[in-house]
């Protein structure tokens, strides 16, 4: 008991007690050099430590209130201001209150080459008995690899790292019909021309990357499609892959041109890095870094409803390039 | 209750925690050295003390929003309190990310300084790296500290990249989008990688947002603390470099104020400023405000998108470059995104790790170096190294070219074509600028120590150089 209560006392005493200071180490020279009181500056950090304090308890009391209007900005503004008080006293116990030395070091050495020496030979002394320590050399060599490959193997579960087949699948097959993102069909006669829709395998994942379509009717005497493509587009509706080739992101603008004399054609553009595609010329690469067209989806028009249907799968693989890209037709899934 | 008691009392206190651990740990004499280890004083060195304590900042705030973010792909409907998000289809993952900003009473608050400091905490390793390599600071016996500290920057870009890809809104999508595609693009194995990391063709399997939560909130960070740990251990075993400031700064002895008591009060202040201002912008300065982004669909993008900060440089490089896919026959070597997004911060950080290398072959210089040059001091370098800032800075600055479309009407299509000439002629002329600068900064000085010494001579005083 009677310990806690010195410690008591030793403790409120540090905390507010304003001292003479006699030499407490007398038989020592002194460490510190000693420097003169402030008693200004220990009033200035006094009141920045309770204002720290305050603002402190602010962020606790606002932080109980249960419906509080900008609550987040209260919130930062006390604990921030908390800090700042924090560090307002510790710059003025670093600047007005404790001895600023300038102290000289000397720099460690740059070296020990006694003890250097002393383990280069330990080490080679401790490999003395090896007589073929090329062959074991080998032999470890050997063995650090295998273990190495046997380490990383596993991580091969991670994902299908040699068939890269699933890059060429898609939803899309002969029949499938085009539907919105409410499962809504496409009808050729609601479709307006030079607006731009997205369209939907029906049935199908809407998140996979073969899936979605950017959909746009032109005159068909407006579009240039490449050879071989000239019934992909009944009514004159082209389909594409939204995703752009280049890096993956969705083709998500349109440019419409509203004077046509003075304007660039209608294009499509992905956000993440302005690839631009002619929509009207099988989405050929107009400007921007993608290096591929985007892959256009044949289309067939149901005579009986007027409804769009897939007529096949994309003229090539969906997405980014890579090594294999132009070397595959995509299928559709078994 | 005499003064003479209460000095004696306080000493006990003192001697008892001393002895205390000094009898269990026997690290008395080590913790007299820590404690009168000598800091050099200069505005520059707080930048990596910054980066370190914005470190502690992230770990404690990181820590907060992991106990209510929840990593998962499955789809969900949101019915909170936001209306316009109301009934819409979504992930768990960005779902728990509203809540915690709108339903957690300061998950806002920490979500966003935990933001806000990933943001400080690259830009600080940044300023520190720019600082270490303008004063030459990277030589030996330091070049090692170094390789640890860009390893960090490494660490880093990619810790924040996973951070804020973790929100699954629809900016966190589109930039795995481009990650995805990035990766596919290596030459040969790209498309291996990618599905090995991703597990399946994008958007991937629900596993792949595990594998990035478990790097964001595990790998990376321990992988940063251990490096950051060694990065120190490495400065405190050779000590700071310092300028050479009077004649008691040499290379042998190193001039400064001792942690305690002189600098443990200056450092702790700079520890509580960095929080301070960490929490007032995360309080009062919105950043990601995800609930305006949506939620990701891969068929959605939006317009006028950009990344953190520092991948700026990188997108500027995918917008830059022009459409070239290299083919062989039917297969394709190098597709378009390799160059900007692979190839491009590959040269970057190569050249960095080769500066101590290339700096020893330029100059043969092998010595050991503790006195830091100032920037004037190796004109070829400093000028080498504004060449190189200037070409990442000019690629940066072309990924805000939609922006500048957007607030000043600029043509894009132009201002790529500008900056596609800038890329080349802005290193150049930053090379020759700052090469005349520092020659003309050395010859102003050599002309007024001249004056100074004519003026002295004048004055019938004798020049100290000749007193001997």
Not at chain 1, 101 to 122: K, R
Not at chain 1, 200 to 229: C, I, Q, T, W
Not at chain 2, 319 to 341: E, H, K, S
Request: overall charge positive.
């Amino acid at each position: 008991m009677n310990a806690l209560r010195r410690w008591a006392i030793a403790l409120g005493v540090l905390a507010l007690g304003r001292k003479q200071r006699r030499p407490r180490f007398a038989d020592r020279p002194r460490i510190v050099p000693p420097g003169a009181p402030d008693p200004r500056a220990e009033w200035l950090v006094l009141g920045l430590l309770l204002g720290a304090a305050a603002a402190a308890a602010g962020f606790v009391v606002v932080y109980s209130f249960n419906h509080l209007s900008h609550q987040t900005q209260y919130l930062g503004l006390s604990l921030g201001l908390a800090f700042a008080f924090t560090a307002a006293a510790l710059v003025v116990v670093a600047k007005r209150l404790v001895v600023t030395e300038e102290l000289e070091e000397d720099y460690p050495v740059p070296g020990h080459p006694t003890t250097q020496e002393e383990l280069e030979q330990l080490v080679a002394e401790g490999g003395d008995r090896f007589t073929r320590k090329r062959l074991l050399l080998t032999g470890a060599g050997a063995a650090a690899g295998a273990l190495g490959a046997a380490v990383f193997v596993p991580a091969l579960s991670l994902g299908p790292f040699l068939d890269t087949d699933a890059l060429y699948e898609t939803p899309w097959r002969r029949g499938r019909r085009l539907v919105d993102e409410h499962g809504k069909p496409f009808l050729l006669d609601e479709l307006e021309r030079e607006t731009f829709y997205t369209a939907y395998p029906e049935g199908a994942d809407k998140e996979e990357v073969g899936s979605p379509l950017v959909v746009v009717r032109f005159e068909p005497s407006e579009l240039h499609l490449p050879a071989g493509r000239r019934d992909w587009a009944p009514g004159g509706v082209v389909a594409y892959s939204k995703i752009c080739t280049h890096a993956g992101c969705a083709v998500a603008l349109f440019r419409k041109p509203t004077f046509r004399p003075v304007e660039p054609g209608p294009a499509l553009i992905c956000p993440c890095h302005y690839s631009t595609f002619d929509p009207t010329r099988g989405a050929k690469v107009i400007f921007g870094p993608a290096g591929r067209p985007l892959p256009q989806l044949p289309l067939l028009l149901d005579r009986e409803n007027g409804e769009l249907l897939a007529a096949g799968n994309f003229s090539g693989p969906v997405g980014p390039s890579w090594w294999g890209v132009r070397s595959k037709a995509p299928r559709n899934p078994s | 209750m005499g003064r003479a008691l209460e000095s004696a009392e306080e000493s006990v206190v003192i001697r008892g925690l001393v002895r205390f651990l000094d009898e269990r740990s026997g690290t008395a004499p080590f913790v007299k050295k820590a404690l009168r280890y000598v800091f050099p004083d200069h505005w520059s060195f707080l930048l990596g003390e910054v980066a370190l304590y914005t470190f502690v900042i992230l770990v404690g705030t990181g820590i907060y929003l992991t106990f209510f973010f929840e990593p998962s792909t499955a789809s969900t409907y949101y019915a909170g309190h936001y209306a316009p998000l109301r009934g819409h289809e979504m992930s768990v993952a960005y779902r728990s990310a509203v809540d915690l900003s709108f339903k957690v009473r300061a998950g806002l608050l920490m979500r966003q300084t935990h933001h806000w400091a990933a943001d400080v905490f690259v830009a600080s390793i940044v300023l520190h790296m720019l600082r270490v390599f303008f004063t030459g600071a990277f030589r030996k016996p330091r070049d090692l500290t170094y390789y640890l500290g860009l390893t960090m920057l490494v660490f880093a870009l990619l810790e924040g990249y996973l951070g804020y890809s973790l929100v699954d809104d629809l900016l966190s999508g589109m930039g795995l989008a481009i990650g995805y595609s990035v990766l596919m693009s290596v030459p040969f194995v790209g498309a291996n990688l990618a599905l090995l990391v991703w597990g399946a063709p994008f958007p991937g399997k629900a596993e792949f947002w595990s594998r990035m939560y478990v790097a964001h909130v595990f790998l990376l960070p321990i992988l940063i603390a251990t490096l950051l740990a060694l990065h120190l251990f490495l400065v405190a075993a050779r000590h700071h470099t310092q300028f050479r400031e009077s004649r008691r700064t040499t290379e042998k002895k190193v001039v400064g104020i001792p942690t305690f008591p002189g600098y443990a009060p200056r450092s702790l202040g700079l520890f509580f400023s960095v929080a301070a201002v960490l929490f007032l912008l995360g309080g009062l300065v919105q950043i990601n405000p995800i609930w305006l982004w949506g939620p990701y669909h891969i068929a959605q993008g939006t317009n006028g998108a950009q990344p953190d900060w520092y991948l700026g440089w990188l997108i500027g490089a995918l917008r830059l470059v022009p459409n070239l896919d290299v083919t062989i026959g039917d297969y394709t070597l190098v597709p378009n995104a390799f160059w900007g997004g692979a190839l491009f911060p590959l040269l970057v950080f190569m050249l960095l790790y080769l500066v101590p290398w290339l700096d020893r072959r330029a100059t043969g210089e092998y010595g050991f170096r503790n006195l830091l040059d100032r920037p004037r001091d190796a004109p070829w370098r400093t000028a080498l190294g504004a060449a190189l800032f200037a070409w990442v800075f000019v690629i940066f600055l072309a990924g805000a070219s939609d922006r500048v479309f957007v607030s000043f009407g600029i043509s894009y299509v132009a201002q790529l074509w500008i900056y596609r000439v800038l890329v080349f002629v802005l290193p150049l002329a930053a090379l020759i600028v700052t090469r005349r600068f520092c020659l003309a900064l050395q010859e102003s000085e050599r002309l007024g120590q001249i004056r100074k010494q004519a003026e002295a001579e004048a004055r019938g005083e004798l020049p100290q150089t000749e007193q001997l």
